[in-house]
T-cell receptor, first 115, second 114 residues
């Protein structure tokens, strides 16, 4: 039973299309994240939600819009896809608290390829 | 501007020997440090962490050392096993209330040779 599951695992699409990646966690955590790992291999945070409230919104184009319908779900919608959006997107979750907030549980990643 | 640097992209070690992975950071405000391990086609998994009030934390074969004055931390794996072959990411953060942001290095790919 996967703790943090994200779908799809692979996504190949054309420039200009709109796509979504879904994420669900069954750990009961109250905080969820989206991270992006680009071709340079850096893992960079994009968004963080705590109890469905957006708490981190890094410098990400407006074409990226996260949506958290409840604490267990954080979806990522991307409009007008560009070549530079090709990357692996990781969803993660954690439980807030001094020691727990930093121990993230990651999903397996969704590899997005924009042609 | 990299706040976290893992200068060795890869490292090869014989099984049974010690693996030492290094990480440097630039901002002295960071006070909590973590190592994550990642296998291919999987997400990173938490391995070990250390607070700035300590200079060493041990968990089985894994030990993390922190040198605050040098802004340097290292992960020691003794003895190294083939199953340790993975990419290791160093991550840093502020532990203050409301801080949920980890900054990751680029990772070091460890290969343990049987």
């Amino acid at each position: 039973d996967t703790a943090v599951s994200q779908t799809p695992k692979y996504l190949v699409t054309q420039m200009g299309n709109d796509k979504s990646i879904k994420c669900e966690q069954n750990l009961g955590h109250d905080t969820m994240y989206w991270y992006k790992q680009d071709s340079k291999k850096f893992l960079k945070i994009m968004f963080s939600y705590n109890n469905k409230e957006l708490i981190i919104n890094e410098t990400v184009p407006n074409r990226f819009s996260p949506k958290s319908p409840d604490k267990a779900h954080l979806n990522l919608h991307i409009n007008s896809l560009e070549l530079g959006d090709s990357a692996v997107y990781f969803c993660a979750s954690s439980q807030s608290g001094i020691s727990g907030a930093n121990v993230l549980t990651f999903g397996a990643g969704s590899r997005l390829t924009v042609l | 501007d990299q706040q976290v640097k893992q200068n060795s992209p890869s490292l090869s070690v014989q099984e049974g020997r010690i693996s030492i992975l290094n990480c440097d950071y630039t901002n002295s405000m960071f006070d909590y440090f973590l190592w994550y391990k990642k296998y291919p086609a999987e997400g990173p998994t938490f391995l070990i962490s250390i607070s700035s009030i300590k200079d060493k934390n041990e968990d089985g074969r894994f030990t993390v050392f922190l040198n605050k004055s040098a802004k340097h931390l290292s992960l020691h794996i003794v003895p190294s096993q083939p199953g340790d072959s993975a990419v290791y990411f160093c991550a840093v953060t502020y532990s203050g209330a409301g801080s949920y942001q980890l900054t990751f290095g680029k990772g070091t790919k460890l290969s343990v040779i049987p």
